[in-house]
């Protein structure tokens, strides 16, 4: 659906944001970033130290990581949308809190109407409650599902593969795939946004002094 909003002004509104106590700790605030245009974004849970200093997303070890993962999947971080549920970093990295996750609420809803994608992967169980919020995500990670006009697919976080090596191969699995659950994507949602077919016009009687006789067989 078409958008006056645009990134930048959802940027500078982050920036300048005091909706929640976060914004008293915060060093700089993390709007996300990535092409407007992209069929892909990825949403994490909230800014860590590193992120908190420059202002951008996944910067820090589990952003090198997640850039190893993209190229499983022939992309580069600047093929895709970065950002988080929260875009201030909790102290000591902690879990976001409800009224913080309620704070951003309406700026990732805003960046997510822009950018308008074919595919969110959510990255963590904060970012995949906003979509499945009874799901448990070693129940349904990998598995792409149709939320609205587009398709959700939860991943575990890079930062858990990196502290739990258990969840290397699932995480990397998942990203292997992304290229083929893109083109599924295209291909749903091109159907969806074709032109309705028109109903058949209903046929025209024929008038009774006009009635056609019965064609001989032989």
Not at 81 to 96: F, L, M, T
Not at 149 to 162: C, G, K, S, T, Y
Request: aromatic share 6%.
């Amino acid at each position: 659906m078409p958008t006056s909003d645009s990134l930048d002004q959802i940027a500078s509104e982050v920036a300048a944001c005091t909706r929640c106590a976060l914004h008293k700790t915060r060093t700089r605030a993390v709007p996300g970033e990535g092409p407007q245009n992209a069929e892909i974004m990825l949403i994490g849970e909230g800014p860590g130290f590193n992120e908190d200093q420059q202002g951008r997303p996944f910067v820090g070890q589990a952003g090198q990581f997640l850039e190893q993962l993209l190229a499983l999947a022939g992309l580069k971080r600047s093929d895709v949308w970065i950002g988080n549920v929260v875009k201030c970093r909790p102290p000591n990295n902690r879990d976001p809190m409800p009224e913080e996750l309620q704070a951003c609420h309406a700026y990732l809803e805003r960046q997510i109407a822009v950018i308008n994608p074919k595919i969110i992967v959510t990255l963590g169980r904060f970012s995949m409650g906003k979509f499945f919020p009874t799901a448990r995500i070693s129940a349904i990670h990998g598995q792409m599902r149709r939320v609205g006009d587009r398709f959700v697919i939860a991943m575990f976080h890079p930062a858990a593969a990196l502290h739990n090596p258990t969840y290397l191969p699932l995480i990397k699995q998942d990203f292997a795939q992304l290229p083929q659950l893109l083109e599924t994507a295209r291909r749903e949602l091109a159907k969806t946004s074709l032109p309705s077919t028109p109903e058949p016009s209903p046929p025209t009687p024929t008038p009774k002094d006009e009635t056609p006789k019965q064609m001989r067989l032989f």
